[in-house]
Every structure is written in structure tokens, then in C-alpha cells.
């Protein structure tokens, strides 16, 4: 069984920075992808980006490409999102997840976060 706990959510003005955490605990991991989602409300759960464990690779949405970045500390089982210049349409629950495949779909990921919440007020 995999934990995952998200921090670093808030409010922040538009144009501003957050940097989210998940801390992933219960196994050691060496291969498979983290992901980070978001969900505003009345929506679909949205992809944002994933990393691939082993090798630190990382994909974006359009949506957020120049102004996230995913990156991963392997010896803590921690993956970071930092997002900069938001935007009120940024604002969401943030969701990280884990699975053995790097899918840009929510059904492909087996273990989930129970979100942060960023709010971005214009």
C-alpha cells in the first residue's frame, strides 16, 4: 500500500508562486510515475505533469508548460510541483498520484493523494 500526502497549497495572488510536496511512503520507489492532477470544481480531474522516477524525465500540459516544473527528490520519496505566474484559471484542488505507466489519463495511476487546495485571486 502507497501514502501519499500533499502539502504547500494556499492563496496567492495572480502572478505569484506556490511550490506543492508529496511525500509518498509504504514502499521504496525506483521505477513507475509520479503525477500531479487538478481539479477545479464542476470539472474533470485535469493532468498537469508527471515524472518518471527512474530517470527524472517530466511532461507537461500545454496549459501549464513554461510556468510548472515537476521535479523529484528519489532519496526522500518526495516530488515537488512549483508553480509560477499563476493564473486565476490555475486554481484547483492539486492531486498527486503514482503508477507503474507515464499516462497523461487519471485511470492509469493506482495510488492518490487527498489534495491541496490552491487559490488564485485575481
Known amino acids: 500500500q502507497v501514502q501519499l500526502v500533499e502539502s504547500g497549497g494556499g492563496l496567492v495572488q495572480a502572478g505569484g508562486s506556490l511550490r506543492l510536496s508529496c511525500v509518498a511512503s509504504?514502499?521504496?520507489?525506483?521505477?513507475?510515475?509520479m503525477a500531479w492532477f487538478r481539479q477545479a470544481p464542476g470539472q474533470e480531474r485535469e493532468f498537469v505533469a508527471y515524472?518518471?522516477?527512474?530517470?527524472?524525465?517530466?511532461y507537461y500540459a500545454d496549459s501549464v508548460k513554461g510556468r510548472f516544473a515537476i521535479s523529484r527528490d528519489n532519496a526522500k520519496n518526495t516530488v515537488f510541483l512549483q508553480l509560477n505566474n499563476l493564473k486565476p484559471e490555475d486554481a484547483a484542488v492539486y492531486y498527486c498520484a503514482v503508477g507503474r505507466l507515464a499516462r497523461v489519463t487519471a485511470d492509469s495511476y493506482d495510488y492518490w493523494g487527498q489534495g491541496t487546495q490552491v487559490t488564485v485571486s485575481s
Open positions: 515524472t518518471i522516477w527512474s530517470s527524472g524525465f517530466a
Open positions: 509504504g514502499r521504496t520507489f525506483s521505477t513507475g510515475t
